[in-house]
């Protein structure tokens, strides 16, 4: 896993390149300091495999995606918690969750970023990598 400071300098060439509507900047800046702060949860609750993907000019539905896995149900729902009390504390809009339950694969839809959380087994079976980066991962950097 890379460190805290790399994250930051990874995700700031992420933002850079996407392409912004005039005026949005307040909004970018928000959005990234919550995608900040959710890598640095997912990197302090020993997330494995996260994967931070640029949808900026890719898809309308969010701007960052973020993939990481849990060891079990269990850890799954703590790192939720987690990021949605993060989300909170930054003042970000309020978190949709799916999944909770079970914590098989858990979604939680900020608006601007959207991040997965699965278990390894249920993450290898849906693939969201190959479906969202494609086979030369262009837009994604893995933590």
């Not at 890598?39 to 020993?46: F, I």
């Amino acid at each position: 896993m890379q460190t805290y400071g790399n994250q930051q300098k990874d995700l700031r060439t992420l933002t850079a390149t996407s392409q912004r509507e005039p005026g949005a900047e307040m909004a970018t800046d928000k959005s990234d300091e919550i995608c900040e702060a959710v890598l640095t949860s997912l990197e302090d609750d020993k997330a494995e495999d996260v994967l931070v993907l640029d949808l900026a000019g890719k898809s309308t539905i969010a701007d960052q995606m973020i993939i990481a896995s849990g060891r079990s149900a269990r850890h799954v729902s703590s790192l939720a918690d987690h990021i949605q009390r993060k989300i909170k504390e930054l003042g970000g809009k309020r978190a949709r969750v799916e999944g909770l339950p079970n914590a098989d694969w858990v979604l939680i839809d900020t608006g601007d970023l959207i991040v997965h959380l699965f278990r390894p087994e249920v993450r290898e079976f849906y693939d969201l990598e190959r479906i969202w980066a494609g086979p030369s991962a262009g837009g994604a950097t893995r933590h």
